[in-house]
T-cell receptor, first 111, second 117 residues
């Protein structure tokens, strides 16, 4: 059965800290791994990763995929209170292209 | 990035009535759209995959006669919750797959919060 596992489930840090969120997966017909940020409304897209070892960056956020070990990490440096959210990882696999979702990591950044 | 809209954002209705939610891809064509439901503090739950011009594919446990999906054009999918009951109260989110060259990412609409009294 396809599955995506995120860790930790919940994290509380202080502003300025660096955090690393983990996502491991076991899926057939893997095509890509996606990271989303969800605050109070619907998820917003962060990154799509398809190739191993190529880091994607957007400001203080970066992510990388390891297709051999079947995991991805999302790094956030110099965290701010506005980074507080649930970070969701999903894989795009299979012919019907539906996403397989992790349960998310809830990040709280305290001032 | 690609924009997906949903309408309405918030709806309150009486038990037994039907509610239609629209999902539109504003600046790209979406042959595939997905409908999710999310209860408080829980992860997204995929309800169905909506394919333009064909019948939707429903996930196990989702009643297709209760959650009617229509994907009549490349930019519009609708979800109708028929004979809604309080247990249908939830946050309904659609996503649209942008399969344009070099992309192939799913973008989410802002969600529709349904409250059934």
């Amino acid at each position: 059965e396809d599955k995506v596992v995120q860790s930790p489930l919940s994290l509380v840090v202080h502003e300025g800290d660096t955090v690393t969120l983990n996502c491991s997966y076991e899926v057939t017909n893997f095509r890509s791994l996606l990271w989303y940020k969800q605050e109070k409304k619907a998820p917003t897209f962060l990154f799509m990763l398809t190739s191993s070892g190529i880091e994607k960056k957007s400001g203080r956020l970066s992510s990388i995929l390891d297709k051999k070990e079947l995991f991805s990490i999302l790094n956030i440096t110099a965290t701010q209170t506005g980074d507080s959210a649930v970070y969701l990882c999903a894989t795009d696999a299979g012919n019907n292209r539906k996403l397989i979702w992790g349960l998310g990591t809830s990040l709280a950044v305290n001032p | 990035g690609a924009v997906v809209s949903q309408h309405p954002s918030w709806v309150i209705c009486k038990s037994g009535t039907s509610v239609k939610i629209e999902c539109r891809s504003l600046d790209f064509q979406a042959t595939t759209m997905f409908w999710y439901r999310q209860f408080p503090k829980q992860s997204l739950m995929l309800m169905a995959t909506s394919n333009e011009g064909s019948k939707a594919t429903y996930e196990q446990g989702v009643e297709k006669d209760k959650f009617l999906i229509n994907h009549a054009s490349l930019t519009l999918s609708t979800l109708t919750v028929t004979s809604a009951h309080p247990e249908d109260s939830s946050f309904y989110i659609c996503s649209a797959r942008d399969a344009g060259e070099g992309t192939d990412t799913q973008y989410f609409g802002p969600g529709t919060r349904l409250t059934v009294l």
